[in-house]
């Protein structure tokens, strides 16, 4: 058979071709099938501390891991895209992610289990950005909503109904079928993509900067390993002056790691060899896009890994109950994910991103009042409007800030905003189940009652993500639509 044609850009009627609509789809699929393993594992956390006798900090890593893992690999895709054929890319991605799966299935201990969802993590690290490039590639600037719809769908539905597939294994299976299932399905996307998607845009021949990847690796790694200390030391004096120390150096490293790769991307960029080229940041649009997600991120990770939790440590739910009581606001996410899409492209941003945010933190601050007898039907409502809210914010984020960008910075872009999104993930979930776990075991330790001191945990740890959100009131005011110009050159107004 031969091999499908190149595609470039988006052809001269304005319009996607059915070859191109294919190509998007498959994508969609791939990175449905391989983002809904980012937060499967949240909800397996007490079967998993059970079954392979690890603590409950340890087997949060099944899912930190998975989304630092994205972190660190995310940032050379901006890159990889620009070297390698989109053929070759999504071949790599859906092979690691096939095979991490495989791993994680037949893994005998926790520390394999890690590494199949480490393997895993590379595979999905590449698929977002590779979606995201290929549609600001081919699709018309003004049909971008839409689509992007699409993709919030694929970002927002895939980690959302991930805790209701997995309550639904759990309580008749064991944690190894939340690999089992996903298997066949990802054997399938592999088989299907490698043989129809054609090549897309043009590639570069530029070296890969291994400093660059070092140091992006012990940048964001070094941050969200230090996130991960918070509140990790309330065991004896000794223990919480050693959570102290590594929580600093951690953080330390972080942040010169990060400072380093950034000012080795700005000299390399001079000579278009950066890893991750940072003059999109230049783009004011597009910077404060970014900021607004990255709060969203943190928030939306943080709730949907910590709220399970609550359901069922303090209100006595099981897996597949806690799971079902996400469902409707999972559903509605992916419902509206492509009529918003439509609102944006015809009324732009502030429609829709200032009345989301406003959900957003409304309900935020309504977790801050969870009692050990709220009501589950008061929960299921407040999810669905936070889940309403984040789907209003996602499609103007993504389609404001990569059209903000000149189209050589596509894949830079795509690379940030998935980079972005999974540090900011990862940071939500350490830093909110950390503060819920520590604030919990201090109420423990004073004589309060287990239910009592898990409602106490949520409730801190949910203010503390609402007082995080404030200032996205005042962006959510600033953030533009940029013109749709035929040029492919982006104008905010």
Do not use: C
Not at 30 to 43: P, S
Not at 61 to 72: D, G, I, Y
Not at 379 to 386: E, G
Not at 429 to 447: F, T, Y
């Amino acid at each position: 058979m031969t091999a499908p044609a190149n595609i470039t850009t988006a052809p001269p009627g304005n319009t996607i071709t059915p070859e191109q609509n294919r190509v998007i789809w498959l994508l969609l699929i791939a990175a449905f099938v391989a983002i809904l393993n980012e937060t499967t594992m949240g909800v397996a956390i007490p079967h998993l501390i059970t079954d392979l006798g690890i603590t409950a900090v340890a087997a949060q890593w099944l899912t930190t891991a998975f989304m630092l893992t994205m972190a660190v690999v995310i940032p050379t895709t901006g890159f990889l895209l620009r070297r390698f054929t989109t053929r070759t890319m999504f071949g790599a991605a859906m092979s690691l992610f096939t095979l991490g799966t495989l791993v994680a299935l037949i893994a005998p201990g926790f520390e394999v289990l890690i590494v199949g969802r480490v393997i895993q993590a590379s595979g999905t690290a590449i698929v977002m950005p590779l979606l995201m490039t290929t549609l600001m590639t081919v699709v018309p600037p003004h049909l971008r909503g839409r689509m992007m719809g699409r993709v919030s769908v694929v970002i927002s539905l895939a980690p959302a109904i991930g805790p209701t597939m997995a309550g639904l294994v759990l309580d008749n299976l064991t944690w190894r079928w939340i690999f089992g299932i996903v298997l066949p399905i990802a054997i399938a996307a592999l088989l299907i993509g490698v043989r129809w998607i054609p090549n897309i845009g043009e590639q570069t021949h530029a070296p890969i900067d291994v400093p660059s990847v070092i140091l992006s690796a012990l940048g964001f790694g070094g941050l969200v390993f230090g996130l991960t200390q918070i509140g990790g030391g309330h065991g004896t004096a000794a223990e919480a002056a050693a959570s102290t120390t590594t929580l600093v150096v951690a953080l330390a490293i972080g942040a010169v790691a990060l400072g380093l790769f950034a000012w080795r991307q700005v000299v390399l960029q001079k000579k278009d060899d950066a890893l991750l080229d940072l003059r999109i940041f230049r783009s004011g649009n597009f910077s404060l896009s970014v900021a607004h997600f990255a709060v969203m991120s943190l928030a939306f990770f943080g709730v949907i890994t910590a709220l399970p939790l609550y359901l069922q440590g303090t209100l006595g739910l099981s897996a597949s109950q806690s799971g079902l009581a996400v469902l409707p606001g999972a559903l509605a996410m992916g419902l509206l994910g492509p009529v918003i899409g439509r609102i944006y492209d015809r009324h732009g941003t502030r429609v829709l991103l200032l009345p989301g945010t406003i959900l957003v933190l409304a309900v935020l601050w309504s977790f801050t009042m969870l009692t050990e007898s709220t009501p589950v039907w008061m929960i299921v409502i407040a999810q669905t409007v936070l889940s309403i809210g984040l789907a209003m914010s996602f499609t103007p984020l993504f389609t404001a800030s990569l059209g903000s960008l000149e189209p050589r910075f596509y894949s830079y872009g795509s690379a940030t905003v998935s980079t972005v999104q999974q540090v900011a993930g990862a940071a939500g979930i350490a830093v909110l189940i950390s503060v819920m776990s520590s604030v919990s075991a201090a109420a423990v330790e004073s004589g309060a009652p287990e239910a009592a001191a898990g409602a106490e945990g949520a409730r801190t740890a949910f203010l503390l993500a609402a007082i995080i959100g404030m200032p996205l009131l005042i962006s959510a005011f600033l953030i533009r639509k940029p013109a749709d110009s035929p040029d492919g050159l982006p104008a905010a107004h």
